[in-house]
């Protein structure tokens, strides 16, 4: 489990072209600590996922950012387990529409104990008062959202800063290849 930053590409979002974002202009992309920055302060994160008819399901959740990646726990039996059962792939996004960061990826169940003991430290630090054990209580599933793209950008700059990283080898996440994002030349 592991996600690199310098093994992405950045570039524009392939918006509409009505949005009037020019895919070319590169002045103005975000920087990584940028993002990085959001995803370690935010307090909690929102992960949208799909139940097994189609349907969609989003909800809240206290995460921690630790080496680049987002990890969070659910019971081992709600509906968002569930769902991420059907389809691991899903969509966080974070508290705020002003700075807005987006990451898609699949989820990854953890189950080391050296990993679990880390995490649980790190919620410890950012939730005062929750202190869950170094393995977590039973019944707890731990997941981490591995990144295949990544969008983000301030609302006041829309223009300039919309930002997108895809990495690099995941055609998932190449240009037009996504269902979030239509084709830079669409109308």
Known sequence: MQFDPAKTI?????????????????????????VSQRLHKSRNYWIASTRKNGNPHVAPVWGVYMDEMVYFGTSDSSRKTNNFRHNPN???????????????????????????AQIAAAYS????????????????A????????????????????ATRWAVIGD???????????????AS
């Open 10 to 34: 950045r570039s524009r979002p392939g918006f509409s072209i009505s949005y009037g974002i020019d895919p070319n202009q590169e002045k103005g992309l975000l920087e990584w600590d940028w």
């Open 90 to 116: 899903v969509a966080l996004h974070l508290e705020s529409g002003d700075e807005t960061v987006i990451v898609e990826g699949k989820l990854e169940l953890v189950t080391d104990k050296k990993i679990l």
């Open 142 to 161: 731990i997941y981490v959202l591995l990144p295949k793209t990544i969008l983000a950008w301030t609302e006041n700059d829309f223009l300039n800063t």
């Open 171 to 185: 055609d998932s996440s190449e240009p037009g290849n996504t269902d979030f994002i239509a084709n830079n030349h």
């Open 125 to 140: 630090a950012k939730y005062p008062g929750y202190n869950p054990p170094p393995e977590f209580d039973p019944g707890t």
